[in-house]
């Protein structure tokens, strides 16, 4: 009888090492109560710009399961983001996701400590003077953009070669919001690359003064095609250009388009080449994790800390290269991408070089010269590059659309 008790111990530690792992005491998981997660969109996924939110917003739902609660609100307006926002606030959650232009986070991130509030960056807003539950973030997409760049270059230059079209029938067109630095910063990393593969070509730049209206990109590409560019990109966030591109198309006149934030392959199936996005999963899967581990998200996130303000490129999978479509790429076009993005990665593609100037729009006394080079998110997220390449680039309109 000496030895009865050991059957009860051994049963005794069976059975708090069970109950230890369902916990995560041994795995640092725990089994707490469920984090609540929130997420503020400018739209809804009817939009290739929220749709690749809406996207990252899934993977988070199915890595984490029960662990996370996600709350969403869509179609915010900036004037009235302050409601939603309190809304979630209320409804429990640790962290806040917005992708839409306002400074009401700042605001509120003074006023509730106690939740992270995670911002795509924007030009207009600086990180002096905010709270240490602000944070920003973007993908350092200028990258993608070049390569996307040497996509069409690439098509250009098989144009080219066989005698398709003339030097001076080189022409390339670019759809974007308006001319800020950031879409001013991306339609010259696409220029740049397509000119280091077709040293020919030059732009035309049309605005439609809004980052989602269908209709107006559908209508400013339809200018570009009429004025003769055979390629054409955007930054705007439908696929009003694609839809452009694919009607001058079926009525005999090709031309080819490059997208933004999803495949255009279903919008644009005889005429789409290949699509950029910022891939938001990286940052915003870490970041919950961040807050579960009771960790300062950019001490845990790996990548470009601009102080509470993080950006990536390839190298971290913050930027991707979607779907190239092999039947109307040039030969050789997906071999020079991989060895584009590899060079990326590794830092040996300096993008805004070469032997051009640069003039500011807003002030054409300021201009740059970029046989120095210029180091784009190299300060800060959001791209800073505002100025207008000088004989390549014609911006055929004032940035209202007009």
């Given at each position: 009888m000496k030895r009865a008790w050991i059957p009860t111990l051994l049963v005794c530690a069976a059975v708090l090492l069970a109950a230890a792992t369902m916990t995560g005491y041994w795995t640092g998981e725990t089994g707490g109560a469920t984090?609540?997660?929130?997420?503020?969109?400018?739209?809804?996924?009817?939009?290739?710009?929220?749709?690749?939110?809406v996207q990252a917003q899934r993977v988070l739902e199915?890595?984490?399961?029960?662990?996370?609660?996600v709350l969403y609100r869509s179609n915010v307006l900036s004037r009235d983001a302050e409601q939603p926002m309190l809304e979630l606030i209320r409804e429990g959650c640790s962290i806040l996701f917005i992708n839409m232009d306002t400074d009401v986070p700042v605001t509120l991130a003074r006023e509730y400590p106690e939740v992270q509030f995670c911002q795509v960056s924007l030009p207009n807003i600086s990180m002096e003077g905010t709270s240490d539950n602000y944070h920003t973030f973007n993908g350092e997409i200028y990258q993608a953009r070049y390569v996307s760049g040497i996509v069409a270059g690439m098509k250009l230059r098989q144009?080219?070669?066989?005698?398709?079209?003339?030097?001076?029938?080189a022409l390339v067109g670019f759809v974007g919001a308006n001319d800020s630095t950031e879409v001013i910063s991306g339609y010259t990393a696409f220029l740049l690359g397509v000119r280091s593969v077709a040293p020919e070509a030059s732009m035309r730049v049309r605005y439609t003064g809004s980052w989602s209206n269908f209709s107006a990109e559908r209508e400013q590409a339809r200018r570009l095609i009429e004025e003769g560019c055979i390629i054409i990109a955007q930054h705007v966030n439908t696929s009003g250009s694609a839809a452009a591109c694919e009607e001058a198309t079926a009525h005999g006149?090709?031309?080819y388009h490059i997208g933004y934030h999803q495949s255009m392959m279903d919008a644009?199936?005889?005429?789409?080449?290949?699509?950029?996005?910022?891939?938001?999963?990286?940052?915003i899967l870490e970041a919950v994790q961040a807050v579960m581990n009771s960790e300062k998200i950019e001490s845990f996130i790996k990548a470009h800390d601009h102080g509470r303000d993080l950006s990536a490129g390839f190298e971290?999978?913050?930027?991707?290269?979607?779907?190239?479509?092999?039947f109307i790429a040039a030969p050789g076009t997906e071999e020079k991408m991989e060895r584009a993005i590899?060079?990326?990665?590794?830092?040996?593609?300096?993008?805004?070089?070469g032997n051009y100037t640069g003039v500011n729009p807003r002030n054409p006394s300021d201009t740059?010269?970029?046989?120095?080079?210029?180091?784009?998110?190299?300060?800060?997220?959001?791209?800073?590059f505002g100025y207008i390449l000088k004989d390549c680039i014609i911006v055929e309109n004032n940035g209202n659309g007009r």
């Open positions: 984090m609540k997660v929130g997420f503020v969109y400018s739209e809804d996924e009817s939009t290739p710009y929220t749709a690749n939110f199915e890595k984490y399961g029960d662990r996370i609660e144009l080219l070669d066989s005698g398709a079209i003339r030097p001076e029938d006149h090709t031309v644009a199936p005889s005429c789409a080449l290949v699509s950029i996005r910022t891939n938001w999963e990286p940052y971290s999978g913050w930027v991707e290269m979607l779907e190239l479509n092999r590899d060079s990326l990665k590794k830092g040996r593609t300096r993008v805004f070089s740059i010269d970029l046989n120095a080079g210029y180091t784009e998110n190299q300060y800060g997220s959001n791209p800073t």
